[in-house]
């Protein structure tokens, strides 16, 4: 669109200072005609671009020329970088684009300090696929079907209309109505299955998910767990316990106590370390899991 390239135009003489019209149409693969108009459309609109003709020359903006910027602080200028930065992991804008204008209007060159990859390790991204996928869906309002695996490991097919994406406690979620529950529904995106787009399309002002939460467990659910790791495991159990809950004892093991509904789930998350975990505390689980381990 014109007005994209009348846009991009002003931050590239901003950037580089001087550019010739031919350089300019070589960038937008238009011709030296179609950018010599563009140039009269700035001026018009009271945009103080000139040019120098001869050996040297180039079209340039007067150095006087800022667009309103006076009003964010330096800290202001960084918060924005660093949100589009953030923004780029989910392929909802074209980020690099709009990320390498606003440098250019605030004047910073180095905004390498932090880079932010929310994709599993060895993912081959499946992640950012099922990402884009969700991304179009939402803003087409567009339904979708997927299986889902449930926390009991319990494969259901949905059909959702997509709503929100939430990033929250190191996991991708999301929220949407789900037409084959009749309710809102959260979802975890590494346990949605085989996604597509349907050709069923959804009003989104029909649709407002509720704010997402921590589930509610039951007081009576809870159970104090005192468990004692393997150092071996050191990097898994700082990754699944806060570190208010581990204490390191002398031999290098870690203590772990910690308030755990008793479920399968903790079950299973107890049996999968396997030799590198002694449970001290419940005595009921301890024993039951002594039993498991001599039958």
Not at 7 to 17: A, G, T
Not at 45 to 71: C, E, W
Not at 255 to 276: C, H, K, M
């Amino acid at each position: 669109m014109k007005i994209d390239r009348l846009f991009e135009m002003i931050y590239l003489l901003m950037d580089k200072k001087k550019m010739t019209a031919v350089e300019l149409a070589e960038h937008f693969e238009v011709s030296k005609r179609t950018i010599l108009r563009d140039i009269d459309a700035l001026s018009m609109a009271g945009i103080p671009v000139y040019t120098i003709r001869g050996k040297g020359g180039g079209i340039s903006i007067m150095d006087s020329f800022v667009l309103n910027k006076a009003i964010l602080s330096e800290d202001d200028k960084n918060q924005i970088l660093f949100a589009l930065q953030s923004l780029s992991v989910a392929n909802t804008l074209d980020t690099k684009r709009i990320l390498s204008k606003l440098k250019v209007l605030f004047g910073k060159t180095d905004t390498n300090w932090i880079e932010i990859d929310f994709s599993r390790w060895g993912n081959s991204d499946s992640d950012k696929h099922k990402l884009a996928i969700l991304k179009n869906a939402i803003l087409g309002k567009q339904a979708i079907s997927f299986r889902y695996v449930s926390s009991y490991s319990e494969e259901s097919e949905r059909r959702v209309y997509p709503l929100k994406l939430v990033f929250k406690s190191k996991a991708w979620y999301l929220q949407g109505f789900c037409t084959t529950r009749q309710d809102y529904r959260t979802f975890r995106i590494n346990r949605i299955l085989n996604i597509t787009e349907t050709d069923e399309s959804f009003a989104e002002n029909n649709y407002t998910p509720p704010p997402i939460q921590t589930p509610q467990i039951p007081l009576d659910s809870l159970i104090t767990l005192t468990l004692i790791f393997s150092p071996q495991i050191a990097y898994r159990v700082y990754d699944e316990f806060d570190e208010s809950c581990i204490e390191k004892c002398d031999n290098g093991w870690l203590r772990v106590t910690a308030q755990i509904p008793e479920d399968n789930w903790l079950y299973g998350f107890l049996r999968s370390y396997r030799e590198d975990v002694c449970i001290i505390s419940p005595k009921h689980l301890k024993e039951k899991f002594e039993k498991e381990n001599k039958t």
